[in-house]
C-alpha cells in the first residue's frame, strides 16, 4: 500500500513539475513536447529499479519504446481531429484514447514477446 | 524564439494545478498495478501513457478561449487550434519519448542507473527539442524575407 501512495505522489508531483514547464515555455507547439515528456517513467523507473532490479526495469523500458510509438499515433491524432473537426480538447483526448490503446496493445501483440 | 513567460503560472488556477496532479499520480499508480498483475510488458506500455496531454490540451483550451472573449471574439475555434499546436508539438515529443524508452531498454542492464536515466533524459531532450527545430523550419523556412539584392 505504502508503495501506492509513493508512486502517486511521485508521479503526481513530476506529471505537475512538466505540466508547469509546459505552460510557461513559448511558443506552443514547443510546450507541447512537454506533453509527451518522460514524465510516469521517471517517477517509476526508480522505484522499479529499486524494488524489481534493473533487467526488470529494462523489460518496462522495451514495452515503454511501443507504448511511445502509440503516442505519436495518438498526438497525431488529435492534432488532426482537432484542426478538422469541431471537437473540444477534452473530448478529442478522451475519444482517441482507443486508438493509444489499440496502437500499443496491437505492437505488443507484434513485437512483445521479442523484447 | 523560444521564451519562459513565468506570468503563464499566475493564469493557472489551485483546482487546475490539483487536476494534474491526480491526473499524473493516478497513470503512476495504474502502470505500476498494470505491471503488478500482466508483469512488465503490459505494465511498461503504460509507462508512455499520455497523462499530461489530455489535461494540458483542456486548460490550454479554455484559456485561450477565455483570452478572446476577453477581447470581444469568441474563441472557440482559437482554442482548438491552441490545443492542436499542443498536440503537434506532444507527437514530437513522443518521438523523443521513443529514444528515452530504447536508451533505458538497451543500457540499463549493464550500467550505472542513475547516469542511465540521466542520459536517457538528456537524449528525450535533444531528439525532441531537433525534431521541433526540423518542424519549425519546414513550416516558416520559406517564409523568410528574401534579400531584394538592391546592395548590389
Redesign the interface.
Same mark, same amino acid.
Request: aromatic share 12%; hydrophobic share 60%; with cysteine.
Given at each position: 500500500m505504502m508503495?501506492?501512495v509513493i508512486?502517486?505522489? /511521485?508521479?503526481? @508531483?513530476?506529471?505537475?513539475v512538466?505540466?508547469?514547464l *509546459?505552460? %510557461?515555455?513559448?511558443?506552443?507547439?514547443? +510546450?507541447?513536447?512537454?506533453?509527451?515528456?518522460?514524465?510516469?517513467?521517471?517517477?517509476?523507473?526508480?522505484?522499479?529499479?529499486h524494488k524489481e532490479g534493473? /533487467?526488470?526495469? @529494462?523489460?518496462?523500458?522495451?514495452?515503454?519504446?511501443? *507504448?511511445? %510509438?502509440?503516442?505519436?499515433f495518438?498526438? +497525431?491524432a488529435?492534432?488532426?481531429v482537432?484542426?478538422r473537426c469541431?471537437?473540444?480538447?477534452?473530448a478529442?483526448?478522451?475519444v482517441l484514447?482507443p486508438v493509444?490503446l489499440g496502437v500499443?496493445?496491437g505492437l505488443?501483440a507484434i513485437f *512483445?514477446g521479442r523484447? | 524564439m523560444?521564451?519562459?513567460?513565468?506570468s503563464?503560472?499566475k493564469?493557472?488556477r489551485p483546482h487546475e494545478?490539483l487536476i494534474?496532479?491526480?491526473?499524473?499520480?493516478?497513470?503512476?499508480?495504474l502502470?505500476?498495478?498494470l505491471?503488478q498483475r500482466f508483469g512488465?510488458?503490459?505494465?511498461?506500455?503504460?509507462?508512455?501513457?499520455?497523462?499530461?496531454?489530455?489535461?494540458?490540451?483542456?486548460l490550454?483550451?479554455a484559456h485561450e478561449k477565455k483570452r478572446k472573449q476577453r477581447m470581444g471574439c469568441d474563441g472557440t475555434v482559437r482554442?482548438?487550434?491552441?490545443?492542436?499546436?499542443?498536440?503537434?508539438?506532444?507527437?514530437?515529443?513522443?518521438?523523443?519519448?521513443?529514444t528515452?524508452?530504447?536508451v533505458?531498454?538497451?543500457q540499463?542492464?549493464g550500467h550505472n542507473?542513475a547516469l542511465v536515466?540521466a542520459g536517457?533524459?538528456v537524449v528525450?531532450t535533444l531528439v525532441?527539442?531537433a525534431g521541433?527545430e526540423v518542424?519549425?523550419n519546414r513550416m516558416f523556412g520559406l517564409r523568410r524575407p528574401r534579400r531584394t539584392g538592391a546592395g548590389g
Open positions: 508503495d501506492l508512486r502517486f505522489l /511521485v508521479g503526481g @508531483a513530476v506529471v505537475s512538466f505540466a508547469m *509546459g505552460d %510557461v515555455l513559448r511558443p506552443k507547439s514547443f +510546450a507541447g513536447l512537454f506533453s509527451a515528456a518522460p514524465s510516469i517513467a521517471l517517477a517509476t523507473v526508480t522505484l522499479t529499479i534493473k /533487467v526488470y526495469a @529494462a523489460h518496462d523500458a522495451a514495452s515503454m519504446l511501443l *507504448g511511445a %510509438v502509440a503516442f505519436i495518438y498526438a +497525431a488529435a492534432s488532426f482537432l484542426r469541431r471537437m473540444s480538447a477534452l478529442a483526448a478522451s484514447m493509444w500499443a496493445l505488443w *512483445g523484447g | 523560444i521564451e519562459v513567460r513565468l503563464a503560472v493564469g493557472t494545478y494534474r496532479f491526480l491526473f499524473g499520480g493516478s497513470a503512476t499508480v502502470a505500476g498495478l505491471a512488465p510488458g503490459i505494465g511498461g506500455l503504460f509507462l508512455a501513457f499520455p497523462a499530461i496531454f489530455p489535461a494540458t490540451a483542456t490550454l483550451e482554442g482548438r487550434m491552441a490545443a492542436s499546436i499542443d498536440a503537434a508539438g506532444a507527437a514530437l515529443g513522443s518521438i523523443g519519448l521513443c528515452f524508452a530504447a533505458l531498454w538497451r540499463l542492464p542507473a536515466i536517457a533524459a528525450w525532441s527539442c521541433w518542424r519549425k
